[in-house]
T-cell receptor, first 115, second 115 residues
Framework: DGGITQSPKYLFRKEGQNVTLSCEQN?????MYWYRQDPGQGLRLIYY???????QKGDIAEGYSVSREKKESFPLTVTSAQKNPTAFYLC??????????????FGSGTQLSVL | QQQVKQSPQSLIVQKGGISIINCAYE??????FPWYQQFPGKGPALLIA?????SEKKEGRFTISFNKSAKQFSLHIMDSQPGDSATYFC??????????????FGQGTILTVHP
């Protein structure tokens, strides 16, 4: 979707386990984001990064960690400290489109479930 | 946290009817209001957006109506089709003041259009 690839599409986590969700973009965007989607709650921002080697906490960062070592990649780790990790996770990037201003592009998401 | 409240949570419309989804925001600094459409198992995609200096924006069968004094905006889908069945999210952001992807999303509306 829009040059953003998330993997895997489905992921299962055992209790006490850390898992990492992959997000890669080929849109040459500087800014990347991770959102969590729960039924009836919309999308909530976990972390975002405006430039390589820098990232900021969003509204619900507890129990999550990220890295931004390359412009194309923004992996999200769901740690064992996240007690309710079951959700649909969406990665996004934003960039300026000539004549249209800045736009946000989403990947196809990863559904994380707890075993 | 400044919220965007969206209603209804779910909506059922007959083919050819008008679908109306409403949103209300609190943050008067918001200056950009996009709507996203999401199909099951996919990431959201930008559908249409409006800035508060206009009261209405139309793109094909989709129209945003904006009431700045009431801090409300709505999406109207004319001649609704079964292919419009999806989840719709409204959002708001102070586009000039922060990272673009830090949108505040509404809770989402599940639209079902019956043939």
């Amino acid at each position: 979707d829009g040059g953003i690839t998330q993997s895997p599409k489905y992921l299962f986590r055992k209790e006490g386990q850390n898992v990492t969700l992959s997000c890669e973009q080929n849109l040459n965007h500087d800014a990347m984001y991770w959102y969590r989607q729960d039924p009836g709650q919309g999308l909530r921002l976990i972390y975002y990064s405006q430039i390589v080697n820098d990232f900021q906490k969003g509204d619900i960062a507890e129990g999550y960690s990220v890295s931004r070592e390359k412009k194309e990649s923004f992996p999200l780790t769901v740690t064992s400290a996240q007690k309710n990790p079951t959700a649909f996770y969406l990665c996004a990037s934003s960039g300026r489109i000539r004549g249209q201003g800045e736009k946000l592009f989403f990947g196809s998401g990863t559904q994380l479930s707890v075993l | 946290q400044q919220q965007v409240k969206q209603s209804p949570q779910s909506l059922i419309v007959q083919k050819g009817g008008i679908s109306i989804i409403n949103c209300a925001y609190e943050n008067t600094a918001f200056d950009y209001f996009p709507w996203y459409q999401q199909f099951p198992g996919k990431g959201p995609a930008l559908l249409i957006a409006i800035r508060p200096d206009v009261s209405e924006k139309k793109e094909g069968r989709f129209t945003i109506s904006f009431n700045k004094s009431a801090k409300q905006f709505s999406l109207h889908i004319m001649d609704s089709q079964p292919g419009d069945s999806a989840t719709y999210f409204c959002a708001g952001i102070n586009a000039g003041g922060t990272s673009y992807g830090k949108l505040t999303f509404g809770q989402g509306t599940i639209l079902t259009v019956h043939p």
